[in-house]
């Protein structure tokens, strides 16, 4: 069983930046695919890119790739998504999950865990 707590959501203007934080319980970590996806209000959870437990990452093709960086550190048993030049079309919860794979999905019927999200607002 693994829990997935994420943190590091807030308020930021557009063209900022924020770190969020997965941080995870439970063993194996390391054998995890993880992925990051999002849901703004009215809108279908979608994603936003996912890290290998080889470290191989996958974006989502136009929106957020150049601007977001996925990273994991296994001793810590986190996930990190680094969003750069934030825009308001950003605004959205963003949920991290994880499964115990050797390749990563894009859909998030795929992955067993979640977290319970984590807010990012971007005003313009």
């Known amino acids: 069983q693994v829990q997935l707590v994420e943190s590091g959501g807030g308020l930021v203007q557009a063209g900022g930046s924020l770190r969020l934080s997965c941080a995870a319980s439970?063993?194996?970590?390391?054998?995890?695919?993880l992925a990051w996806f999002r849901q703004a209000p009215g809108k279908e959870r979608e994603f936003v890119v996912a890290?290998?437990?080889?470290?191989?990452?996958?974006y989502d093709s136009d929106s957020v790739k150049g601007r977001f960086t996925i990273s994991r550190d296994n001793a810590k048993k986190t996930v990190f998504l680094q969003m750069n030049s934030l825009k308001p079309e950003d605004t959205a919860v963003y949920y991290c999950?994880?499964?115990?794979?050797?390749?990563?999905?894009?859909?998030?019927?795929?992955?067993?865990?979640w977290g319970q999200g984590t807010q990012v607002a971007v005003s313009s």
């Open positions: 999950a994880a499964r115990s794979s050797m390749v990563v999905y894009t859909t998030s019927k795929e992955y067993t865990y």
């Open positions: 439970g063993r194996s970590f390391s054998s995890y695919s």
């Open positions: 890290i290998s437990r080889s470290g191989g990452t996958l």
